[in-house]
């Protein structure tokens, strides 16, 4: 099994700054691509962008620039720092990795459970 665990999420004043964290565990051969999703009240679930293993972040939508990427490939982990929040940013954001993982020895994607930012205005 693999799983994907967020944290960092919370409730915070527009302006502020948030940085959410995520760790793939488990059953892992290789991890290739991770990023973060959001879903906004009411509305479907969009890609805010992707970092592969080695190499620089491409963006859906980073929110003119207040969303940044990072990772830690050596850990398994992805991060999202987002700045000048604002209440728009509201949802619920959901890490994503594309895993090699046993018993199956297949590439598959994977979401987390997701993690609950609120921006108050």
């Known amino acids: 099994q693999v799983q994907l665990v967020e944290s960092g999420g919370g409730l915070v004043q527009a302006g502020g700054s948030l940085r959410l964290s995520c760790v793939v565990s488990?059953?892992?051969?290789?991890?290739?691509?991770m990023g973060w999703y959001r879903q906004a009240p009411g509305k479907q679930r969009v890609k805010v962008g992707t970092?592969?293993?080695?190499?620089?972040?491409k963006y859906e939508d980073s929110g003119e620039g207040r969303l940044t990427i990072s990772r830690d490939s050596d850990k398994n982990k992805v991060y999202l720092q987002m700045s000048s929040l604002k209440p728009e940013d509201t949802g619920v954001y959901y890490c994503?990795?594309?895993?090699?993982?046993?018993?199956?020895?297949?590439?598959?994607?994977?979401w987390g459970s997701g993690t609950q930012v609120t921006v108050s205005s």
């Open positions: 488990g059953s892992i051969v290789n991890v290739d691509a």
């Open positions: 994503y990795a594309y895993v090699y993982s046993r018993p199956t020895y297949r590439w598959s994607d994977y």
């Open positions: 970092i592969p293993t080695r190499g620089d972040a």
